[in-house]
C-alpha cells in the first residue's frame, strides 16, 4: 500500500535522484566523520595548528590566506597528508553529490523522450562543473 | 531501525565530543596562551557550533529555509569567526541540511524535481554570480539589504491569506508545457493533495535575483524560495516548503564552491556545524510529515522576522 502510494507521487527519476542523493549523503557524512576523526585525534598532523585558529579565524580570508601560505582552487589536493586538509575530501564530495545525481537522471529522462528536462539537466551538470573548477575566483574586498 | 538512528546519533555526538576534547587536552599548554586573548578555550567554539547546528538542523526543515539563514547571524554575532568563514559554513551547513533532508522529501513526493529543476538551474547559475560579488562587497552593505529583503518577505507571507493550500484556478501555459504539477499525500488530514502552478515566467525571473542573493550573503535561499514557490507559483505550503529545501542542494552547491576554491572554508567550524546540521535535519524530516502547514508557517514567520531582524541591525552596526 505505501508503495503504491509512493509510485503514485514520486516519478522515476525522482526516486532515482533521492536515491542516489541517499548515498551520496551518507557516504559524505562518513567520510567527514573520519577524516575530522583522524584530525581531531592527531592521526596526521594539521597543516594549521589548532593553537592558532583563534588567532586567524578572525581574520578576512584574504589576510587568512596570506598569512598561512595557502593557495585558492584546488591545492588542497596536494596537502590531503595534513589533518585539517583531509576534511576537504569530505566536503568536495558532498559538494559533488549533486552533480553525480543530476547526471544519472539524464539517460531517464532521454529514454522517457523528456528531452526539455534532460537539457535543463545537462546544463545544471555544466553550471555545476564550471562553478567547482575554481576557474571563478574573486579579488576580495 | 528507530533505536539504530538513535544509536548512530549518540556515536557521531561522540565522536565530535571526544575528537574536540582530545585536541583541546593534547594542546592543553598552548591553549592556556590562546585563552589570555580570547578568554575562552578554542574548543568551546566548534563545540558550541555543533549543538546549535543540530538544533538549526531541526528547526530549518520545519520552516523550509536553510540552516544557513540562521547559522550567519547568529554565528556571525556571537562567535568570534571572521563573516568570510561564517558564509562559506553558513552555505555548506545549509548544504548539508538539504542533502539530508533531500531523499527523504522526494520518494514522498513532497518535494518535485520537476518544480526544482528549472529554478534550480537559474538560480544555482546566478548563485555564482553572487558569491563572487558577494566575497567582493563590503559586508555592512550585504548585512543590510539582507535584512530588509528579508523583513519583507515576513511582511508578504503575515499578508498572505491562502498559503497553506493556494487558489491556482488554471496553470500557466509554460507550467502546463512543463508539466509542472504533481499529487502529494497530507498526513494530518489523510487527503491527497493534487496540485498545480501559474505565474511560472515570473516565478523563474525571481529565482535569477534569488540566486545572486543566496550567493552574496552565504545564507542558502529558503527564505526566499518558499514565498516565491508558495504565494506567488501557488504550490501548496508543503510541497513549496520541501522543494525548496530539496532546491538549496542545487542553489547553495554552486554558491559554496565559489567559497572553498577562494579558501573561505575552515574545516574546523565547518565539520562539527555540517555534522550537527544534518542530524538535525534527519530529526527535522520526521517531525515534518507529522506537522500541520499551519504551523510550519508560523514556524517560518518567526524564523525569518529574527534573522531579518539580526541582519539589519548588524549591518546598520546598530547591534554589533
Not at chain 1, 585525534?41 to 581574520?59: A, H, K, R
Not at chain 2, 524530516?285 to 548588524?314: D, E, H, N
Amino acid at each position: 500500500m505505501e508503495n503504491k502510494e509512493k509510485k503514485e507521487v514520486a516519478t522515476e527519476e525522482q526516486l532515482r535522484y533521492a536515491g542516489l542523493l541517499s548515498i551520496g549523503m551518507k557516504i559524505g557524512m562518513a567520510m567527514l566523520l573520519i577524516s575530522f576523526a583522524i584530525y581531531a585525534i592527531g592521526i596526521l598532523p594539521p597543516f594549521v595548528p589548532v593553537e592558532d585558529l583563534p588567532s586567524l579565524w578572525s581574520m578576512p580570508v584574504h589576510d587568512y590566506l596570506h598569512k598561512t601560505g595557502i593557495h585558492q582552487g584546488w591545492s588542497w589536493l596536494y596537502m590531503l597528508n595534513k589533518g585539517d586538509f583531509l576534511n576537504f575530501v569530505g566536503i568536495a564530495f558532498l559538494g559533488g553529490v549533486t552533480v553525480l545525481c543530476f547526471f544519472a537522471i539524464i539517460p531517464i529522462l532521454i529514454r522517457k523522450k523528456d528531452y526539455v528536462y534532460a537539457l535543463i539537466a545537462a546544463l545544471e551538470v555544466t553550471v555545476l562543473v564550471l562553478a567547482a573548477s575554481g576557474l571563478l575566483k574573486t579579488g576580495g574586498h | 531501525m528507530l533505536s539504530l538512528r538513535r544509536v548512530t546519533v549518540v556515536v557521531v555526538a561522540a565522536i565530535i565530543v571526544a575528537g574536540l576534547c582530545s585536541m583541546a587536552f593534547a594542546e592543553s599548554p598552548v591553549t592556556e596562551v590562546v585563552s589570555k586573548a580570547s578568554t575562552v578555550p578554542w574548543w568551546v567554539w566548534p563545540l558550541s557550533l555543533f549543538v546549535l547546528t543540530f538544533v538549526l538542523g531541526v528547526v530549518a526543515v520545519l520552516g523550509g529555509v536553510g540552516g544557513g539563514v540562521l547559522f550567519v547571524p547568529i554565528v556571525g554575532g556571537f562567535f568570534p569567526f571572521h563573516l568570510d568563514f561564517v558564509r562559506g559554513a553558513g552555505l555548506l551547513v545549509a548544504l548539508a541540511g538539504a542533502l539530508a533532508a533531500g531523499p527523504g522529501l522526494l520518494k514522498k513526493g513532497m518535494a518535485n524535481l520537476r518544480l526544482a529543476l528549472p529554478v534550480g538551474l537559474i538560480a544555482s547559475a546566478c548563485a555564482i554570480v553572487g558569491a563572487m560579488i558577494g566575497l567582493a562587497l563590503p559586508t555592512n552593505i550585504v548585512q543590510t539589504a539582507l535584512g530588509i529583503t528579508i523583513l519583507g518577505i515576513v511582511g508578504i507571507i503575515i499578508k498572505a491569506k491562502k498559503s497553506e493550500y493556494p487558489d491556482v484556478k488554471v496553470a500557466d501555459p509554460l507550467s502546463t508545457a512543463l508539466r509542472i504539477n504533481g499529487i502529494y499525500h497530507e498526513v494530518s488530514t489523510g487527503e491527497d493533495i493534487n496540485w498545480k502552478v501559474h505565474k511560472t515566467p515570473l516565478g523563474l525571473g525571481l529565482f535569477i535575483i534569488i540566486g545572486v542573493m543566496a550567493g552574496m550573503f552565504g545564507l542558502g535561499a529558503g527564505w526566499a524560495n518558499v514565498p516565491v514557490l508558495n504565494i506567488l507559483m501557488g504550490a501548496p505550503l508543503k510541497v513549496a516548503v520541501s522543494t525548496s529545501k530539496f532546491l538549496l542542494s542545487i542553489t547553495d552547491t554552486s554558491a559554496a564552491w565559489i567559497y572553498i576554491n577562494n579558501g573561505a572554508v575552515l574545516p574546523m567550524m565547518v565539520v562539527p556545524s555540517i555534522i550537527g546540521v544534518m542530524l538535525g535535519s534527519m530529526v527535522g524530516v520526521k517531525i515534518l510529515a507529522k506537522t500541520k502547514p499551519a504551523a510550519v508557517r508560523y514556524i517560518v514567520i518567526i524564523m525569518l522576522f529574527f534573522a531579518g531582524s539580526r541582519a539589519l541591525l548588524k549591518g546598520l552596526g546598530i547591534w554589533n
